[in-house]
Every structure is written in C-alpha cells, then in structure tokens.
C-alpha cells in the first residue's frame, strides 16, 4: 500500500460500525452505551462496499424514541477530508444519503429537543386496536399487539419511521405503497412503566400482509415484511407476532390460505416452527401419526392445513416433510431410504421439464457427441445438486426439530402460549 493509500484510508469507515441505534427511553438512555446497537447491513445507504469516505473517527447517531419513533440524527467525527489529501474527490455527504428516501422529515438534529421529546413520550399511545396481550414466563415483561391501518390518525408519520429498521436489518428490502388499502399490519409494542410508575408503550416490531384476490370470491394474504427490533430478538416475540396474524386470519372467512413472498432463511425457520406446532395440535391424526406421514404427502392433508390453519399447499408440503422427519427412525435403512427418495423426488420436479427441454434441443444438434456431452452434464449436475439440497433440507428441518423437542406442544399452542426452554428465533426479516 503506497503512502498515499495509507493516508487516505483513515478517512474510510466501515458503515454498519459507525452507524449507531438507540431506543430511548428515558434521557438517561442517551449516556447508555449498554443499549447501543448497530445495522446488520447498510449497503442500500452506503453502497455495496458499505465504506463511508470522507471521515476520521466517524460516529452516525440515529436515536429513537422508544415510544413514538420520534428520530435523533448527528453525524459526529474527528476530522473531514480536504481535497488536498483526497485527490479532488468530495467526502461522502452522509446527511443526504440518510434524508434522502430513508428518513423523513421532522427528525431533530438537537440533542436537548429530543431529550425533551422523550421526556414527552409519556403522551404516546399504541395505533389501532388492541389484539393480543401477552406476558413472558421467564421474566414477566408485558407485551402487546395492535392492529392499526393507514386510515388510524398519526399511524402514516409512525409507520414512515418504523420502516426505516428494514433498510439496515432486511437484505433487499423495500418500502411498501401506503396508499394502497390491501396492505395490513401488526405492531408489537412492550409495555412498561417508566420512573414514575405510568404505563408506557415501546415499539418492538411489526409485521405487513398485502391481501390478493383470490378466485371466485377470496383473499390470499400475503406476509411481505416481518421484524423484530434487535433488543427484543431470540425471546419468542416472532412467533407471537406471527400467531397474532394467524389468529386475525383463521376469524376471516375470507381467507382462502395464506403466503408468504420469497421468505429468506430466518423467517422461512420461524414460520416451520409455528406451523409445524400448529399442526401437531390442529391436525394430530395427520400429522402426529407415523402411519399416516409414511404413506405420503396427501390431498386430505393440504386440505386440513388449509381449512384448520389456513396453510397453503407448499408449506403444507413442507410441514409433512419435517413431521415425517421427526417420527423417521434414520437407523432403520428402510424408513430412511423411503424418506430420502421421496423428499429427492419432490426436489427433483423442477429439473424434470427443464430435462426434457434440453434432450430436444440436444436433439437437434448434429455432433452425436456434443447430445451426449450434454446429456452426461445435466445428468451429474442434477445428481449432485439434489444430494447437496437435500443434506441442505435435512439440516434446516433438524433446526426446527430441534426447536419443537423443546417446547411443551398443548392447548396454549393455539395462540402461542407455550414455554420454550431458550430456544428461540432472531427475527429481522422482510420476506420479500
């Protein structure tokens, strides 16, 4: 690295180090670095790189205030670089990469405006209505679900500083149309009381639903955005909130089943768990019986998903898969063989068109050669891709296995109220 890049490298900071949350709840918060906490990524700010240029010693503070999400915002640093040193090239102006589409208006960039906004905050009430209310058994902290709309006075301000978490917490995620009356949301809100003993009100996570029409007459919810705030992560509160929409949607008769758009790994771990549970206790005849797992995935079995927990026919699939895995004796060759080559099977279908497409084509070649060439290869690339799915699926499967071996699966299981012994989910997650 020659001089010149050694210089000027003190001037990059990493952006998911230097950008700094708090949810604050009182003013002595704001001296509180124990409740500091930092993005997961910040590339749609910063850039793929996630590098900030410009800066020594760089500190980006994006405060909120527990209840109301009233925002704080300082860029905070040692020493800005001049052109001088950078070669002509301009620092980053960080202020308009945050304001641009992230944060709205109304921020406040004085610290003793936003102390005395906290000091306030005590005037804050939940949006919507209430639709669940729970306590946790391991330390008796009280928590609420609201259901609220964009017709709720105040909802639409609270909401366009809500989703700012996404940005920094979901890979790809995106803001939603507030204008379009199909979406659907939850808010989870802790409920505490602060120093002088008044109930208070801090957010926690949400969740978002966009509800598509389905023939002749249905709907099809959708699940588009679903998190929990850092602070609140692997203490049960996803599978709550996801309970609490399930809840919403069995009391719809509207509901034909519902989806989820192109849920990634954390969420798609959660949702099995609950649905898994679910169907234990919905469903044991089906779903509980080894008998009736081992004769394979049924239309009776979509069926019962879809009209008792209003599961569509893929997750339903799933479901079996990961049931029939847990009552699955792996010692026993035949019972494992008969699992592998159906599960192989299922994994297998998108290949069969795509097989048959390319032995045409290969048809139409001249070289007999190059038709088996081809052939060998999609062959061996099937092979070894349904091998490393399958280990993949087995493995993910094991984790929500693991996850139902710990928890007690009774009555409570209809709305959530089931004790788990610390296992739980990290939830930032936008399904998108």
């Known amino acids: 690295m020659t001089q010149f890049e050694v210089q000027v490298d003190q001037y990059k900071a990493d952006g998911n180090k230097a950008v700094c949350f708090k949810l604050v709840r009182s003013t002595k918060d704001l001296t509180n670095p124990e409740i500091d906490f930092h993005p997961d990524m910040c590339h749609q700010v910063f850039g793929d790189s996630e590098t900030i240029f410009g800066y020594k010693n760089l500190s980006i503070k994006i405060y909120f205030a527990a209840c109301s999400l009233t925002i704080y915002l300082a860029v905070e640093y040692a020493e800005?670089?001049?052109?001088?040193?950078?070669?002509?090239?301009?620092?980053?102006?960080?202020?308009?990469?945050?304001?641009?589409?992230?944060?709205?208006?109304?921020?406040?960039?004085?610290?003793?405006?936003?102390?005395?906004?906290?000091?306030?905050?005590n005037e804050f009430k939940p949006f919507g209505v209430l639709k669940q209310a729970y306590t946790t058994e391991d330390d008796g902290r009280h928590f609420e679900i609201y259901q609220p709309t964009m017709d709720t006075p105040g909802?639409?301000?609270f909401h366009s500083r809500l989703q700012i978490f996404l940005i920094f917490f979901v890979d790809a995620a995106s803001f939603i149309d507030a204008d379009d009356d199909r979406w659907s949301f939850l808010v989870l809100y802790e409920k505490f009381k602060d120093d002088s003993g008044e109930w208070r009100h801090a957010v926690a996570g949400y969740m978002t639903a966009y509800r598509y029409y389905a023939y002749p007459d249905r709907v099809r919810p959708r699940i588009s955005?679903?998190?929990?705030?850092?602070?609140?992560?692997?203490?049960?509160?996803?599978?709550?909130?996801?309970?609490?929409?399930?809840?919403?949607?069995?009391?719809?008769?509207?509901?034909?089943?519902?989806?989820?758009?192109?849920?990634?790994d954390t969420f798609q771990r959660l949702r099995d768990f609950v649905d898994?549970?679910?169907?234990?206790?919905?469903?044991?005849?089906?779903f509980?019986?080894?008998?009736?797992?081992?004769?394979?995935?049924?239309?009776?079995?979509?069926?019962?998903?879809?009209?008792?927990?209003?599961?569509?026919k893929r997750q339903?699939?799933?479901?079996?898969?990961?049931?029939?895995?847990?009552?699955?004796?792996?010692?026993?060759?035949?019972?494992?063989r008969n699992y592998r080559l159906t599960v192989k099977s299922r994994l297998n279908q998108p290949f069969r068109k795509s097989g048959r497409e390319l032995a045409k084509a290969a048809a139409a070649l001249e070289s007999d050669e190059l038709q088996a060439v081809l052939g060998d290869l999609s062959r061996q690339q099937r092979i070894g891709h349904l091998a490393e799915a399958f280990d993949?699926?087995?493995?993910?499967?094991?984790?929500?296995?693991?996850?139902?071996?710990?928890?007690?699966?009774?009555?409570?299981?209809?709305?959530?109220?089931?004790?788990?012994?610390?296992?739980?989910?990290?939830?930032p997650v936008d399904c998108r």
């Open 155 to 157: 909802f639409r301000e």
């Open 392 to 427: 993949q699926l087995v493995s993910d499967y094991g984790q929500v296995l693991d996850r139902l071996a710990s928890v007690a699966i009774t009555a409570g299981a209809r709305n959530g109220a089931v004790a788990e012994n610390g296992a739980a989910e990290a939830c």
């Open 225 to 264: 955005q679903f998190i929990v705030l850092p602070p609140y992560q692997r203490r049960g509160h996803g599978c709550r909130l996801l309970e609490a929409f399930y809840s919403e949607s069995l009391a719809d008769p509207a509901v034909l089943d519902i989806t989820v758009e192109d849920p990634v």
């Open 80 to 121: 800005k670089i001049n052109k001088a040193i950078s070669g002509g090239v301009e620092a980053d102006d960080i202020m308009a990469a945050l304001t641009k589409d992230l944060i709205p208006p109304g921020y406040l960039t004085n610290i003793d405006q936003f102390a005395s906004r906290v000091s306030s905050d």
């Open 316 to 336: 339903a699939r799933r479901c079996y898969e990961i049931l029939w895995l847990r009552c699955t004796n792996r010692s026993d060759p035949s019972a494992w």
């Open 276 to 286: 898994c549970r679910r169907l234990l206790f919905e469903a044991p005849e089906l």
């Open 288 to 312: 509980a019986n080894p008998v009736a797992l081992a004769n394979g995935f049924t239309e009776t079995m979509a069926t019962v998903a879809r009209e008792r927990l209003r599961l569509n």
